[in-house]
């Protein structure tokens, strides 16, 4: 447990966007990540979540479902990379078959719901960067 105080610590100063249409989804995984970020922004669909993302542009992570109606994640994702082409993006999916997702637009596909072993491992990767 020590060692995820440590990883926390490293992160815990980024700021996070997750974006999910399913209200059960956003709220419990929403919890989930506010216990290792400090700052989490919660959206319901990609083009509240990009419009967020122009306004306050300064995000270093992003965890997005990717099948949401009027702004898919991979869209959403695309848009966001021409502001930004830096930003760690994390998909989320509920498919047992993880899509094939371009590498430019995602540094991690994960099943949902989001694990605390997949926590620890993006913490770890988080970690690493240099910010």
Request: charged share 35%.
């Amino acid at each position: 447990m020590d060692d995820i105080k440590v990883l926390r610590e490293k992160v815990k100063d980024l700021k996070v966007l997750f974006v999910d249409d399913e209200e059960a989804i956003r709220e419990g995984t929403g919890i989930f990540l506010n216990k290792f970020f400090d700052d989490v922004t919660i959206c319901s669909n990609g083009e509240k979540a990009l419009k967020i993302f122009k306004e306050e542009g300064d995000f270093s992570l992003i965890v997005s479902d990717i099948l949401m109606p009027k702004m898919d994640g991979i869209e959403m994702v695309q848009e966001m990379k021409k502001i930004d082409s830096d930003i760690f993006v994390i998909f989320l999916t509920a498919s047992r078959r993880v899509e094939n997702i371009d590498n430019k637009l995602s540094n991690l596909t994960l099943q949902k719901p989001l694990s605390f072993e997949n926590i620890k491992f993006v913490m770890q990767k988080l970690g690493d960067m240099k910010w």
